[in-house]
């Protein structure tokens, strides 16, 4: 059973729409993060939680907001998407406490074409 | 090597071949992880290696680690068809006492077979 669920798996939005990514983990981890990837590059951090109720900006923020409702679940918003915003976005989830520690777990992935 | 804002470095071997990969930081670390991305899916991580165990191994994985030189190899051993994938090095800073944040190199695409 996949710990880390993304939905939508594809999306394609029209330029100035919002964008709402959502992200679910079953692994009862603290931590959460977004990172988007781009073709031939690295993961980029864009936001991560802590917990219920956190979110933090990663390496590039802008354009985008995040939100932790729950322990399960941490979406990415774009309010107004933009044609650069269109890449592969992913979900980790993690504990640097305990054995598992620094270990992430990533999903699957969603691809945002943003026209 | 791979790091940063490099491109995505590409490798191309026949399978039984040994092949090494590296990668270097440019951040202080006391862990290097290396992740594989199996096409159209999410990294998962392969093997860890921290600051005081300068090797490690996996089945037919071995990772270094050289904190004087901020560098880290992969090294797979007898590479096999399903080894195919993108590899990444990436390094973890502590935040917090309960956060690491990882930095990815930008990765290299090893292929195995034709």
């Known amino acids: 059973e996949a710990a880390v669920t993304q939905s939508p798996r594809n999306k394609v939005a029209v330029t100035g729409g919002k964008v709402t990514l959502s992200c679910n983990q079953t692994n009862n981890h603290n931590n959460m993060y977004w990172y988007r990837q781009d073709t031939g590059h690295g993961l980029r951090l864009i936001h991560y939680?802590?917990?219920?109720?956190?979110?933090e900006k990663g390496d590039i923020p802008d354009g985008y907001k995040a939100s932790r409702p729950s322990q399960e679940n941490f979406s990415l918003i774009l309010e107004l998407a933009t044609p650069s915003q269109t890449s592969v976005y992913f979900c980790?989830?993690?504990?640097?406490?305990?054995?598992?520690?620094?270990?992430?777990?990533f999903g699957p992935g969603t691809r945002l074409l943003v026209l | 090597s791979q790091w940063g804002e490099e491109n995505l470095q590409a490798l191309s071997i026949q399978e039984g071949e040994d092949v090494t990969m590296n990668c270097s930081y440019k951040t202080y670390t006391t862990v290097v992880h290396w992740y594989r991305q199996d096409s159209g899916r999410g990294p998962a991580l392969i093997i860890l290696i921290r600051s005081n165990e300068r090797e490690k191994r996996s089945g037919r994985l071995r990772a270094t680690l050289d904190t004087s030189s901020q560098s880290s190899s992969l090294s797979i051993t007898a590479a096999q068809c399903e080894d195919t994938a993108v590899y990444f090095c990436a390094t973890a800073e502590m935040l917090s006492g309960s956060f690491n944040k990882l930095t990815f190199g930008a990765g290299t695409r090893l292929a195995v077979c034709p």
């Open positions: 939680s802590y917990g219920a109720g956190s979110t």
């Open positions: 980790a989830s993690g504990d640097a406490r305990g054995a598992e520690q620094d270990t992430q777990y």
